[in-house]
């Protein structure tokens, strides 16, 4: 996305593109700073706030349990069929919100996932049941990195 700042008689102001809507292209422009700094500012808040538009989460303090509970609301509701909503929703409810509910998100790493999945197979779970476990919580977790940033 590009952006800068200019003079527009005594007052500076800032613009930056929003992409093509319609095939034309758009951008945003405010106006009215007293300096050149003032406008760069704002620019830099309001790229910030553009590129994180729609963010709903602060990925630091939310929540495993928190999360998996958005993550089903906002994604397996509307792109999943039924019957696999409720496998995830099992899933969710019965292994996942249980072990990991009450860590932060950024506190879950591969060594406690591999420890959970020796687990699992220590008390005789079947390698497609831990398969399957393991897969709805690496789908979250995908969606948390790439959509969700």
């Not at 700094?37 to 830099?44: D, M, V, W």
């Not at 496998?87 to 932060?104: A, C, W």
């Amino acid at each position: 996305m590009q952006g800068g700042v200019r003079k527009r008689g005594t007052t500076w102001s800032y613009y930056f593109d929003l992409g093509k809507i319609d095939g034309k292209r758009k951008k945003k422009e405010k106006g009215g700073f007293r300096t050149k700094k003032e406008a760069e500012q704002a620019l830099t808040a309001a790229m910030n706030e553009y590129n994180n538009a729609g963010t709903v989460f602060e990925p630091t303090e939310i929540t495993v349990a928190d999360y998996l509970n958005q993550w089903f609301d906002l994604y397996c509701k509307t792109n999943l069929k039924y019957n696999t909503q409720v496998g995830y929703l099992r899933i969710i409810q019965g292994h996942l919100i249980p072990k990991f509910g009450m860590y932060r998100l950024k506190a879950i790493t591969p060594a406690v996932l591999q420890e959970y999945a020796v687990e699992l197979k220590m008390n005789g779970n079947s390698k497609s049941h831990l398969v399957g476990i393991l897969s709805v919580f690496s789908a979250a977790l995908n969606y948390a990195v790439e959509p969700m940033h």
